[in-house]
């Protein structure tokens, strides 16, 4: 009752700005549908921000139930650079809790700049992330990443299996997004000390580097199947996460992000 409520507020906030602003610019001589049409999208913006609003709220309350007491996590050295990094258990698995950093074959720094490396880790294409990880990690594949969305309490779409609801939420560092509107905060709850950082990604020669504080894109392993492309994605305008398998014959195969050979973009590894 009370949504119902909230809604006839917003038609009724809305009949009344548009009549006012029609009548005026129909007393001053100005394209009234215009202008109106203009303040719709002003609007709707409001909505939208308001439906982030409550989505996010439903999701603090849901994460009252599934999040750990305790946080456990370990540090340990990657033995080919002495980079150390930060995992933690989450169910049975022991995920980074950081980016990888290490220097295979191309991967780069967002923007080749080093200070970025540091925080953000590299971007690799899939061929190189399959050898990236360190010794007793590995790649995780896409029933080790379904896994990891079960454990933390995401709900999988019915319809979209591979929108998994509130697992953006719950996996998203809690800083370091861009917000959605205003008040509207981009960033997650990182309940389980994931930390998923808003990395960015690496296009093509056109289209560069772009995407930080934006997006996620951790690659999945694909040797099982080498023509597919699988990631998992996590943007700061939705509390959900993506977990895709495509063929590469399309643009959006899972729904968010375009996907070919020489896009790059972040790794996360998993205990063996």
């Known amino acids: 009752m009370q949504r119902i409520w909230i809604i006839l507020a917003f038609v009724a906030v809305f009949l009344s700005m548009a009549y006012n602003l ?4 129909q007393k ?11 303040l719709i999208f002003k609007i709707e913006d409001k909505i939208t921000a308001f439906g982030k609003i409550r989505d996010r709220k439903a999701a603090e309350k849901l994460l009252e139930k599934v999040a750990p007491s305790k946080i456990i996590q370990e540090f340990f050295e990657d033995s080919r650079d002495s980079v150390k990094y930060k995992a933690v258990k989450i169910g049975d698995q022991w995920w980074m809790a950081e980016n990888l950093k290490y220097k295979q074959g191309e991967a780069a720094c967002y923007k080749n700049d080093s ?61 370091g997004w861009q917000d959605y509107d205003e008040g509207v905060s981009g960033n997650g709850f990182d309940a389980f000390g994931f930390s998923a950082l808003a990395a960015g990604r690496f296009g093509d020669d056109v289209l560069g580097f772009y995407y930080l504080n934006v997006g996620a894109c951790f690659i999945v392993s694909r040797k099982n199947a080498p023509n597919r492309f699988n990631m998992l994605s996590m943007g700061y305008d939705s509390g959900n996460a993506t977990l895709f398998s495509d ?18 973009y972040s790794v996360r590894c998993v205990k063996d």
């Not at 399959?130 to 709900?155: D, F, M, Y």
């Open 247 to 264: 063929d590469g014959s399309s643009r959006n195969g899972g729904g968010v992000l375009g996907h070919m050979d020489k896009d790059r």
């Open 28 to 38: 001053n001589g100005k394209r009234s549908a215009e202008d109106t049409m203009e």
């Open 115 to 175: 200070t970025i490396c540091k925080e953000y880790g590299r971007l690799y294409s899939w061929d190189e992330a399959e050898e990236a990880c360190p010794p007793g990690w590995h790649l995780p594949q896409v029933s080790e990443v379904e896994t990891l969305l079960k454990n933390i309490g995401g709900v999988q779409d019915e319809e979209k299996k591979f929108i998994w609801h509130n697992a953006g939420y719950f996996l998203k560092s809690k800083t």
């Open 22 to 25: 029609t009548f005026q610019n």
